[in-house]
């Protein structure tokens, strides 16, 4: 996943991750996000490359996209609370802005130790999912 956007608060301990940096699909909440939303085919071959590149970690993988896959239809967000990094915490979830463009994530992620879980679900989650709405009713 490539950054295209960021925002950051002002909050003293906050990521640094800036426009071009890339994170993961396998562990990255955003990575997940798009793995679960994106189509099957296309799912496919990115699992097969990531069972190549990674074999040993493979199953581990696997049940984390399985378990996105299941968050997304539940929750609509994916998570990952420490598997990207220990100290991170975030959720994504798709962002569809019109035809012709590649899938999009949108995500917010923040200090484990200051943003539990349960915090990103109960109060991020709403915040997440209405501005994924908002935007994507811009592209309609």
């Given amino acids: ?5 960021t925002c950051r608060s002002d909050s003293v301990v906050t990521l640094r991750l800036n426009l071009g940096s890339r994170m993961p699909l396998a562990t990255s909440s955003m990575g997940r996000a798009y793995l679960a939303a ?3 085919g296309a799912r496919k071959g990115l699992e097969d490359r990531m069972r190549t590149l990674d074999p040993a970690s493979w199953p581990s993988i696997e049940d984390g996209i399985r378990k996105a896959i299941d968050e997304l239809e539940e929750f609509g967000c994916c998570s990952s609370f420490g598997d990207w990094r220990p100290e991170v915490h975030g ?3 798709p962002l569809r802005v019109g035809k012709g463009m590649p899938l999009m994530v ?3 992620a923040g200090p484990a130790q200051s943003m539990p879980a349960e915090v990103f679900m109960r109060d991020i989650r709403p915040a997440l999912l209405a ?3 908002e ?5 309609q």
């Fill in 135 to 139: 935007i994507e009713g811009h592209f």
């Fill in 106 to 108: 949108l995500s917010a």
């Fill in 91 to 93: 959720i994504a979830t």
């Fill in 1 to 5: 996943m490539l950054y295209v956007e």
């Fill in 131 to 133: 501005a994924a709405q």
């Fill in 38 to 40: 994106v189509k099957p």
